[in-house]
């Protein structure tokens, strides 16, 4: 999978208890996203990452945030979970931004159930 | 505004058949375009992608697409399934920096590819 590893890989939590996902490459590329996939739905973009503490929104990035305080690393926080973010979370990591043909590289995804 | 559209979510062939999943996009400028596949429990891997080069473009495993600008299309196709391609498969469109990309690829539904024996 490219250097990219997810942890946890699953993991059952609470409503309204805090989370967080953990991103790590050890590819050193500059882009690193979050995406959930929900059945229905493909994968959704819910933030980005372009460089150490440079971070953007994605399509549904309400009630997460993100930070990036390494370059290997990309941490996705739910703030207070809700059973609306029961999901599979993929990170995925890209040489250049999307949008310059460069594919993205994914890791092998979380699997998050809040009940 | 790009959009991706997966024509069928279910596709099912017999092994030794060919195998044809379809996807139209929308984009306001040049797009780059994608397939991506997962297999069950698994992260996604690049099949293969369009970059304005060749429009008929090969891939890993036997898969090729070609790219039709006046269909806005983009369908992936095999002559010949094998069980081991049973998965799931995803078309993705990315616009060029021209379109103000803010990092975002466009995922379409999935298409899920059952093969018979």
């Known amino acids: 999978d490219a250097g990219i590893t997810q942890s946890p890989r699953h993991k059952v939590t609470e409503t309204g208890t805090p989370v967080t996902l953990r991103c790590h490459q050890t590819?050193?590329?500059?882009?690193m996203y979050w995406y959930r996939q929900d059945p229905g739905h493909g994968l959704r973009l819910i933030h980005y990452s372009y460089g150490v503490k440079d971070t953007d929104k994605g399509e549904v990035s309400d009630g997460y945030s993100v930070s990036r305080s390494k370059t290997e690393d990309f941490l996705l926080t739910l703030e207070s979970a809700t059973s609306s973010q029961t999901s599979v979370y993929f990170c995925?990591?890209?040489?250049?931004?999307?949008?310059?043909?460069?594919?993205?590289?994914f890791g092998p995804g979380t699997r998050l159930t809040v009940l | 505004a790009q959009s991706v559209t997966q024509l069928d979510s279910h596709v099912s062939v017999s092994e030794g058949t060919p195998v044809l999943l379809r996807c139209n996009y929308s984009?306001?400028?040049?797009?780059?375009l994608f397939w991506y596949v997962q297999h069950p429990n698994k992260g996604l891997q690049l099949l293969l992608k369009?970059?304005?080069?060749?429009?008929l473009v090969k891939g890993i495993n036997g898969f090729e697409a070609e790219f039709k600008k006046s269909e806005t299309s983009f369908h992936l196709t095999k002559p010949s399934a094998h069980m081991s391609d049973a998965a799931e498969y995803f078309c993705?469109?990315?616009?060029?920096?021209?379109?103000?990309?803010?990092?975002?690829?466009?995922f379409g539904k999935g298409t899920k590819l059952s093969v018979k024996p």
């Open positions: 993705v469109v990315s616009e060029g920096r021209a379109g103000g990309s803010q990092g975002n690829l466009i």
């Open positions: 590819e050193n590329h500059r882009y």
């Open positions: 369009y970059t304005s080069a060749a429009t």
């Open positions: 984009s306001s400028y040049s797009p780059s």
């Open positions: 995925a990591i890209s040489e250049s931004l999307a949008g310059n043909s460069d594919e993205q590289f």
